[in-house]
């Protein structure tokens, strides 16, 4: 059965996005606190819940974010929230349409 075709499958992947779209007002927060433990919880549970409903992209950005956090890296940090959004913007534009 293709999942992502039906319909009530798109509607846990919209459900989805928009806890997303709800999270990253917090990871912003935590990003200009520099709060890296939180950060580091944020990026771990993307890698999972973005292989869960098949965005690997996501996943991916989630281990670049969990490892630029343990480096405390917050040049990369700020750009990685910026593709971060963009990529959530880009899913909800497919998904939402």
Known sequence: MDYFNDPE????????????????VTFKVNCVE?????????????????????????????????STAMRKDANKLDSLVKELEDLIMKKRAEYFN
């Open 9 to 24: 499958f798109q509607d846990l992947i919209r459900s989805y996005l928009d806890y997303l779209m709800d999270s990253l």
């Open 34 to 66: 520099r709060n890296y433990s939180e950060i580091r919880k944020f990026a771990h549970n993307l890698k999972g819940s973005g292989g869960g409903y098949g965005f690997d992209d996501l996943t991916q950005l989630g281990n670049d974010i969990s």
